[in-house]
């Protein structure tokens, strides 16, 4: 069966530190992920999207960045931290890029900048 | 336009009532996908269900049900004898093949039963 990883699970940094965040999936290759932000009592929003390895979609213009080193990993960055960056990140990943796949999503990380 | 609007923000009930969720959704597409997905205190958001856009069936899971009506472009959700462990926020979504891989979500409806 398939599961998504994401660690860590709970960050706290200053403004203007780095920023790593990184999923993993098992047992399927080849996945659409995607990286999502949720603002606290907000709904989601898409960040990026990538359907390879090294194919990434940015969403919306903002201080962050994705990369996709490996086929099943999907790495959310910023160089540089800002305090609206706060918030809950979770990686969702779906089979394909047909329309009716659902996204399985992974338990989310925590981020709260200071 | 492709969107999804849950008019929902909040609902409280008193236990082992029904409730429905309200999701109406705008496409150009012909063809799309319809889901919800349950979001518990945990965070994790959870799969619930899919909906092809040709089958208008309703469709019952236990205390779930769904309630699709393409006339009015709505899915609604409705949960029967509602329990404290169905308090979390539910997201209404839409994918449409000319997003591409992306699925366009509403903001959420945030349920709580009180026991």
């Known amino acids: 069966s398939q599961t998504i990883h994401q660690w860590p699970a709970t960050l706290v940094q200053p403004v203007g530190s780095p920023l790593s965040l990184e999923c993993t999936v098992e047992g399927t290759s080849n996945p659409n992920l995607y990286w999502y932000r949720q603002a606290a009592g907000r709904g989601l929003q898409l960040l990026f999207y990538?359907?390879?390895?090294?194919?990434i979609s940015s969403e919306v213009p903002q201080n962050l960045s994705a990369s996709r080193p490996q086929d099943r990993q999907f790495i959310l960055s910023s160089k540089k931290l800002l305090l609206s960056d706060s918030g809950f990140y979770l990686c969702?990943?779906?089979?394909?890029?047909?329309?009716?796949?659902?996204?399985?999503f992974g338990p989310g990380t925590r981020l709260t900048v200071l | 336009a492709q969107k999804v609007t849950q008019a929902q923000t909040e609902i409280s009930v008193v236990e082992k009532e029904d409730v429905t969720l309200d999701c109406v959704y705008e496409t150009r597409d012909t063809t799309y996908y319809l889901f919800w997905y349950k979001q518990p205190p945990s965070g994790e958001l959870v799969f619930l269900i899919r909906?092809?856009?040709?089958?208008?069936q309703n469709e019952i899971s236990g205390r779930y049900s769904w309630n699709f009506q393409k006339s009015t472009s709505s899915f609604n959700f409705t949960i029967t004898a509602s329990q404290v462990v169905d308090s979390a926020v539910y997201f209404c979504a839409l994918s449409p093949p000319s997003s591409a891989s992306k699925i366009i979500f509403g903001s959420g409806t945030r349920l709580s039963i009180r026991p």
């Open positions: 990538s359907v390879g390895i090294g194919q």
């Open positions: 969702a990943w779906s089979k394909g890029a047909g329309a009716y796949n659902e996204q399985f």
């Open positions: 909906r092809n856009s040709f089958d208008e």
